[in-house]
């Protein structure tokens, strides 16, 4: 079955940058667009940013100019750049991708298992 692994997440000064990984494995027939959740305590899952197969990208604004995404189509990996951070992005991080699998007709959606990010002021 298809699942999807991430890492990279940890503790950084405010100022200071992580980089996250999210990898895809399994019986892939295709990955569409893929794409960074994130959750605090107490406050709803909210889309980080997204990326088409074709690689066309969104943000949120509170990201915009600070985050990149981008993805490695030969690796099934999607990767998060993140810069400048402040506190206000401590979160889960979860990595999502929309996957065909190659025993099931219909593409679904899927998800990471979410990883810590906490940026220190």
């Known amino acids: 079955q298809v699942q999807l692994v991430e890492s990279g997440g940890g503790l950084v000064q405010a100022g200071g940058s992580l980089r996250l990984s999210c990898a895809a494995s399994g019986k892939i027939f295709s990955i569409n667009a893929m794409g960074w959740y994130r959750q605090a305590p107490g406050k709803q899952r909210e889309l980080v940013t997204s990326i088409t197969s074709g690689g066309a990208t969104d943000y949120a604004d509170s990201v915009r100019g600070r985050f990149t995404i981008s993805r490695d189509n030969a690796k099934n990996t999607v990767y998060l750049q993140m810069n400048s951070l402040k506190p206000e992005d401590t979160a889960v991080y979860y990595c999502?991708?929309?996957?065909?699998?190659?025993?099931?007709?219909?593409?679904?959606?899927?998800w990471g298992q979410g990883t810590q990010v906490t940026v220190s002021s």
């Open positions: 999502n991708a929309h996957i065909r699998p190659r025993v099931v007709s219909l593409a679904s959606d899927y």
